[in-house]
């Protein structure tokens, strides 16, 4: 395909993936910077299957780790 058009994951992937493999992805660095630096100490992510709760907790896990080339 070369429409240019980024193409959207269906299967497991992790966060690193998705962005070295170009594919969609919908950006929570804003969420993860609020959950990061609320004082709240507990969280529960409720969300249902397959809704990316595996790719967020990955992205939080990246930064944490320092992986910023990543987030360019």
Do not use: C
Request: net charge negative; proline share 1%; aromatic share 12%.
């Amino acid at each position: 395909m070369t429409d240019g058009l980024k193409k959207i994951q269906v299967d497991e992937a992790s966060f690193k993936e998705i962005i070295e493999e170009d594919l969609i992805y919908v950006d929570k660095t804003w969420f993860i910077h609020k959950l990061i630096t609320s004082k709240v100490k507990n969280y529960f992510l409720s969300r249902p299957r397959r809704f990316g709760k595996t790719v967020l907790l990955e992205t939080i896990e990246e930064v944490f780790d320092g992986e910023e080339e990543l987030f360019k």
